[in-house]
């Protein structure tokens, strides 16, 4: 059974930064692509960064040169470093593997705001 446990999410004002962690548990977690999605209220989820089990990276427009992801394989964790935060970042954010399989984890809610 897969189990994806997300950590990191917070209040945090404009500009500033967090770190997203989402630890894995039954998948090959070492071969199998990684993504962060997020959800605004009232706007569709969407995929935000991808991570290949050999490392190569994929971010949305929207976050390209502020959000980096990572992965640690010997620890089964994947990361959302997220710097210079704006209002519009604020969202419920999944860590799941890509393509996503249902049902969604809770997330993690990080909220951007003075």
């Known amino acids: 059974q897969v189990q994806l446990v997300e950590s990191g999410g917070g209040l945090v004002q404009p500009g500033g930064s967090l770190r997203l962690s989402c630890a894995a548990s039954?998948?090959?977690?070492?071969?199998?692509?990684m993504g962060w999605y997020r959800q605004a209220p009232g706007k569709e989820r969407e995929l935000v960064a991808g991570i290949t089990g050999g490392g190569s990276t994929n971010y949305a427009d929207s976050v390209k040169g502020r959000f980096t992801i990572s992965r640690d394989n010997a620890k089964n964790t994947v990361y959302l470093q997220m710097n210079s935060l704006k209002p519009e970042d604020t969202a419920v954010y999944y860590c799941?593997?890509?393509?996503?399989?249902?049902?969604w984890g809770q997330g993690t809610q990080v909220t951007v705001s003075s």
């Open positions: 799941e593997v890509v393509p996503p399989i249902p049902p």
């Open positions: 039954g998948i090959i977690f070492s071969i199998t692509a």
